[in-house]
């Protein structure tokens, strides 16, 4: 319980800069959010490429862990220009879908989990240790951007579904 809540004390002070430069984009959904933010240009073009701009930009809540444009680079070289061709769609689909979890999962509440059902139907690991909060082995870098249908954490590396 007290390392539980050392790590809440952590992200609370992760997150205060963050909420106070995005107080307003709860009036944004989580596409607009993305697309405003500008790190991540890959996963919105990547979100397009696949269709899924209205299943985010819809009622939610969602809660999206997100890949930085820095996270995609680290994927091997010619990945991402791959999964973006057409005939790699439903591949991409199941990707981006792995970062997503029905409902609405505050920092706190993510870090009460075990693990979190993805929408595309396997879970991801949560853990936390001295070093931070992860999904599987993607560091959580930024918490609890509030969207209009939901948030968004942001992460270090590509959530890889089996």
């Keep these: 319980m007290k390392k539980l809540m050392m790590m809440c004390a952590a992200l609370a002070l992760m997150v205060s800069p963050v909420m106070a430069a995005d107080t307003a984009t709860a009036e944004k959904n989580i ?16 979100v397009k ?28 070289k010619g990945t991402v220009e791959s999964l973006l061709k057409p005939e790699n769609k439903a591949k991409l689909v199941a990707i981006l879908k792995y970062h997503v979890v029905a409902g609405d999962y505050p920092a706190a509440k993510v870090l009460q989990s ?8 396997q879970s991801l690991a949560v853990s936390s240790n001295d070093g931070g909060a992860f999904v599987n082995k993607s560091k959580i870098v930024k918490t609890d951007i509030d969207c209009s249908n939901g948030v ?3 992460i270090d590396s590509v959530l890889m579904p089996n």
């Design 152 to 154: 968004i954490h942001v």
């Design 31 to 46: 596409v607009e959010t993305a697309v405003g933010a500008g790190s991540f240009k890959t996963l919105v073009a990547a």
């Design 49 to 76: 490429a696949a269709g899924l701009v209205e299943a985010l930009s819809g009622k939610g809540p969602l809660t999206v862990f997100a890949p930085t444009d820095e996270a995609f680079a680290k994927l091997p």
């Design 114 to 121: 075990d693990e979190l059902k993805t929408l595309e139907g």
